[in-house]
């Protein structure tokens, strides 16, 4: 958070987006004119650990800190005789820590009012205390500027209810916000004691008691609850919203209400708790309205999940893991490219992909970030293929395509050497189904990863010829070679069916299965649905 003679200079969140940070980082530009003043000036930076500095969650993985909080940053000045003067100089730099004393962006923030220091963004303010800054030398990447859209407060959403925590006045409330966010929360405090201390807890859904469910949330995953503590500083109008974290959640639980301007016992009011909704600022590009209540809903949940899944990377959740999944970003792709403008976000996230081949060695299932997860699955490496596809066939991005077509053509070759006989047996499968994971109705791995298989390969002979890049009759002759293998290993010739729903669909989708079985397939894929339900 960057602040000039006292006031923010942008509204911007948990920023710079996170990348592969021994390889790029990103810096924000600022036109900083209407905050400068005559005589002197003051700008502050206020640090949190992001993802570069975290190390708290997923403590079963070697590493996850790139290094200590760190700000580099520089103030150009353009006069109106065209004279140009760039500060850099450091060495008259002071810092101190700030009542912030404990962040992460995964499980919360500590907030200690009592080490507020008044005016210290003010020139002239109070600097007692301060100390001559440390120059940070851990080996970093290239400084690359950033044209994705910002994270931004999108909504601002106002509690709906309020009860007691476990059905007894034991000090513990739980507020329901009404529907399910990734966001932060502002809490009006009440006039407190010096050092009252305010325990804000998270979860998406309540147990059977009626208590926070922590397993919404992951916190059994990655050994983190996500709380928030604000120790109050005794006087009147205290507020307080986190800076350098955000949650997943609907329910919110407060414990530590004091209230010297009330009766004890008084019962608190959900009005002192307001919610915000934050995402990249995209906008929408498309409308969907109908006259059908049940998909009216529909809609506005897959949106919702779109805005709480995207935080200058496209994520698989925004509670445990809050990870570029790269199975979760390909598969979303489609829906975010037609959907909302996101061409910038998308080919940041393919440029991750990239630099964490680089950083790797080979292909991961996460990126960017230290939690790669081992080299990619099928259906996760295929984003190499597919991302860099629907940018091209929604943008007319042909850049991404031709300066990485080697990678593309590289990730079809290592599929191809995980086959026997063009079938692909790797991976998680259809991750996180309808139907449990150890169902029988579940689509096997050995279809997820060959369909994926059949689909890269189409992808890319589509791109060598329009683009003309490599071969293209390669690529159409090995989609020839696994549909066959496909349709010889797994479809039921006498039934028309691959047996299960999400291998008839994505057959059906794909073109893959015999010809002049679309029909059949389909009407089989019916009755199927009918039997199950």
């Not at 859904?205 to 500083?233: E, H, P, V, W």
């Not at 071969?471 to 290993?489: F, P, T």
């Amino acid at each position: 958070y960057y602040y000039l003679n006292g006031k923010e200079i942008c509204d911007y969140l948990i920023d710079p987006p996170q990348t592969n940070y021994q390889k790029q980082i990103f810096y924000r530009s600022y036109d900083i004119t209407e905050f400068i003043k005559e005589g002197g000036n003051a700008f502050v930076a206020q640090l949190g650990q992001g993802f570069y500095s975290q190390d708290r969650a997923w403590k079963t993985y070697p590493k996850t800190r790139y290094g200590k909080e760190c700000f580099i940053g520089c103030i150009k000045l353009e006069y109106e005789n065209g004279v140009e003067y760039i500060k850099t100089n450091t060495k008259d730099w002071k810092y101190i820590y700030s009542p912030v004393i404990l962040n992460n962006v995964y499980g919360g923030e500590i907030y200690d009012a009592r080490f507020e220091v008044d005016n210290f963004t003010l020139y002239g303010g109070d600097d007692d205390g301060f100390m001559k800054v440390v120059e940070d030398v851990t080996p970093k990447g290239k400084l690359i500027p950033c044209n994705i859209p910002p994270v931004r407060v999108i909504k601002e959403i106002k509690a709906k209810s309020i009860k007691h925590a476990n059905g007894v006045r034991d000090g513990a409330w739980i507020i329901d916000i009404g529907e399910n966010i990734a966001g932060v929360v502002e809490i009006k405090i009440p006039r407190s004691p010096v050092g009252a201390t305010y325990v804000l807890r998270y979860a998406e859904t309540l147990d059977q008691l009626g208590k926070l469910d922590f397993r919404s949330t992951g916190a059994y995953a990655n050994q983190m609850i996500q709380q928030d503590i604000y120790i109050a500083k005794g006087v009147d109008g205290e507020t307080y919203r986190p800076k350098f974290t955000y949650h997943g959640f609907r329910y919110v639980e407060i414990t530590g209400i004091h209230d010297l301007t009330d009766k004890y016992g008084t019962v608190p009011k959900a009005s002192m708790l307001t919610a915000y909704a934050i995402s990249s600022d995209v906008q929408k590009t498309c409308e969907f309205n109908t006259s059908n209540e049940y998909l009216s809903k529909f809609n506005q949940i897959i949106d919702r999940t779109v805005r709480s899944n995207l935080h200058g990377v496209p994520t698989d959740c925004p509670v445990r893991e809050r990870c570029g999944w790269m199975g979760d970003a390909q598969i979303n792709c489609n829906l975010l490219l037609s959907c909302y403008d996101t061409q910038a976000i998308y080919q940041k996230y393919y440029n991750d992909i990239i630099t964490s081949k680089e950083v790797n060695g080979y292909v991961t299932n996460i990126s960017p970030g230290m939690r790669t997860n081992r080299q990619a699955f099928p259906n996760y490496g295929a984003s190499v293929v597919v991302i860099a596809y629907w940018l091209y066939k929604y943008y007319g991005d042909t850049q991404t395509v031709t300066e990485n077509f080697k990678h593309i053509q590289e990730w079809v070759e290592e599929i191809k050497s995980r086959s026997v006989n063009y079938i692909v047996d790797q991976g998680l499968g259809d991750w996180d189904p309808p139907v449990e994971q150890d169902s029988p109705r579940r689509m096997p791995k050995s279809h997820a990863a060959t369909f994926t298989f059949y689909e890269v390969c189409l992808m890319t002979a589509e791109l060598c010829f329009n683009l003309s890049l490599g071969d293209g009759n390669y690529y159409l002759d090995l989609a020839k070679k696994v549909k066959d293998a496909v349709i010889e290993n797994f479809y039921d010739h006498e039934n028309h069916t691959y047996g299960y729903w999400a291998s008839n669909g994505g057959a059906l989708h794909l073109g893959l299965y015999p010809d002049g079985e679309k029909q059949a397939l389909l009407d089989a894929t019916a009755k199927l649905m009918e039997k199950d339900n």
